[in-house]
């Protein structure tokens, strides 16, 4: 065994620092993207039409528009504009290589850690980012992983120098990782010890929540300084979302009762049972970020296929909906995860509201998510349709008007081997 433990620590001490090469887009003047197809979210598809950026922003959205005469002209007839996509609970950044514990930041020990932002870990140089980028995902979510108050998530671009750069928004929200909720089957002792242990998480989350309210309450200044509890006084302002990670119907309705006695904003993330409690999710307002578009079944007694369909279900139910792919490098499927759900009856307008503007809305990040004159020129060119796997092909990305490098590492070994 100790010869194995040493094995594994000189593996990991050879693992190199990773970090791509690629320099960040630079500021441009004036540009006109003409001839697209526009899909705007907001105003539906505008076939073979034009659109003007400057400053980072968008100016004109139409056909025959006054366009400066120093303007950079790129014909893109033939060719769609989208927004960027969103990944929402993702640990871009945070984690390098899976299994090599040194290149993961997404998690920290202990249970109760609402004053840690995932920010601080983030790794702008990360060899994944480029690989995500590439299918036309241009900003992220960075969310901590944890047990029970795991932290504070927040909003970055993914092309930039640093931190500072990067950074859109601080403090998207808090994140719980709500108990386990199902017991084991067959031993009735089992079954007893278990429900015991989760009925102690669960006291441990309203004794945590208690003890933040009195402190909230009490703190005029003359209480001594709790970082933890003075993170979490947004909360009971109204002023921070509570992102409640939670699949079990009987996981989302004790986060409700949470949610209700308290009067948080709150999103549920996960959200593999929303139908089953959509009428209240629906009467309270809170919205699901659903991460199973591609996933297996939970229930034997499941279609093989019941995954792919709850997106839809949950748009028939009226809940507000958004589509993650929860990871790092794998992320980069959220577009035909988007897809998918199409396929088994979203609407292909909410599908992608749901990795556009949704996103943007849930995370209160003012211009995002839409291709609409004065929002940011951030946006994604593609040859065909961004949610089919087979047309999309990104080939082109704007970050606040600024071109952004689409080389990668996966790019570069396709035409390495390609040469084999």
Sequence with gaps: MRL???????????????????????????????????????QGELPEADLLMADGKILAIGTELSVPADAEVRDLTGYHL???????DSQLGLREIGMVRSTVDSYEVTDHNPQLRASVAFNPDSEVIPTVRRNGIGYAQLVPEGDLLAGRSALVSLDGWNLRDSLVQQDTGLHLYWPRADLPQGDSDARQQTQKQRQNRLEEVYQTFEAAQRYHLAQDGSLPLDTRWEAMRPLFEGKLTLFIHADDARQINQALDLVEQYGFKAVIVGGYDAVRVAE?????????????????????????????????????????????????????????????????????????????????????????GDLAVGQRASLVITQGDLLDMAQGNVVGLYLDGRLVDLDNRHERLYQKYRQR
Aim: proline content about 7%; cysteine-free.
């Design 82 to 88: 989208y927004p960027t996509m969103v990944a929402l």
């Design 4 to 42: 194995l433990t040493l094995t594994l620590a000189l593996v990991a001490s050879l693992v190199p620092v990773q970090a791509h090469d690629l320099l960040p887009g630079k500021a441009q003047g004036p540009v006109l993207l003409k001839g697209a197809t526009i899909h705007t979210v907001a």
């Design 280 to 368: 209240r999710l629906v009467a309270m307002a809170i919205p699901v970020i659903y991460t199973h578009a591609n996933g297996l079944p939970r229930r034997v007694d499941e279609p093989y296929d019941f995954a792919f369909s709850l997106p839809s279900l949950m748009h028939d139910s009226g809940i507000t909906l958004a589509l993650a792919w929860t990871g790092s490098w794998d992320s980069r499927n959220l577009a035909f995860a988007a897809g998918q759900a199409v396929a088994y009856g979203l609407p292909r307008d909410v599908a992608l509201a749901a990795i556009t503007s949704v996103p943007a809305q849930l995370l209160g990040a003012e211009g995002l």
